[in-house]
């Protein structure tokens, strides 16, 4: 059991247990091995413990927009089979509400590592094409040219997992930025899904706000941070072509520490 080769509080074992089956469930093979060494490796570092290196729970809200890029193509199903179009979308722009958890090691005085997994809570909002074909393509839905309300994009299910590396400043705040990995469902038209995925970069900063000591002891702090993925192509049921989105987003929180 992976478990006992963590020597840690039990609380940060539970944590440590919960990011690592995930990263296995979750990630591709080559991804899973790399970041499950990687924190059971840091997991018995020896550094004197602070507020910021422990488990962390944490929720946020936020706002989000997820832009749209499509490829042409040609149309596979009649009565316009072989007929080239384009498309385009407007920006999806929508609420966040996130949950995330993991834990972080003080590997220096100067320098934290933690490790986290996050979950969107709510989808976002949907996005409708609109596809464009020659004006004379003979048919009632395209006679002028486009149609709109052909399929529509929208995303859910939305996951990540990530490494933060940190700069503590004090005992009580932190510089940190995110490096990780994202997934979604993204519609592709006909009632199906694809998953897709892509990077994720980010940049934040947290600061402790309050002891608590009622029942469970630690620390309650407030976050605020800015992150970007590019995820990658979703190719769409009744044509060549494909799209891809890149999402931004702010976020504020309250998060607890353990102590």
Avoid: C
Wanted: no cysteine; charged share 15%.
């Amino acid at each position: 059991m992976i478990l006992l080769l963590i020597k840690r509080p039990d609380h940060a074992s539970v944590t440590i247990y919960i990011i690592i089956e995930f990263l296995k469930a979750r990630l591709p093979h080559f991804l899973k091995s790399f970041m499950i060494l990687v924190v059971i490796g840091v997991s018995s570092n020896g550094f004197a413990q602070s507020r910021f290196e422990d488990s962390f729970t944490q929720m946020g809200v936020g706002y989000e927009v997820l832009k749209f890029s499509f490829t042409g193509g040609t149309i596979t199903e009649p009565p316009l089979q072989g007929v080239p179009y384009t498309a385009s979308a407007p920006n999806s722009n929508s609420l966040t509400f996130s949950a995330a958890t993991g834990y972080s090691f003080l590997l220096h005085p100067n320098f934290l590592l933690g490790f986290g997994a996050e979950y969107n809570l709510v989808d976002s909002k949907s996005s409708t094409y609109t596809i464009t074909v020659p004006g004379g393509s003979g048919s009632d839905q395209f006679k002028q040219g486009s149609a709109t309300n052909w399929v529509s994009a929208i995303k859910n299910q939305d996951y990540s997992v990530y490494v933060a590396p940190g700069y503590p400043i004090g005992l009580d705040k932190l510089v940190f930025a995110k490096l990780g990995y994202a997934s979604t469902r993204m519609y592709s038209g006909g009632g199906d899904y694809d998953m897709v995925r892509g990077p994720l970069v980010g940049l934040g900063y947290k600061q402790v706000i309050a002891d608590f000591d009622w029942i469970i002891k630690g620390y309650i702090y407030g976050f605020g941070e800015a992150n970007y993925i590019k995820y990658s192509n979703v190719y769409t049921s009744g044509g060549t072509g494909s799209y891809s989105a890149t999402a931004a987003n702010v976020r504020v929180g309250l998060g607890f520490l353990w102590k």
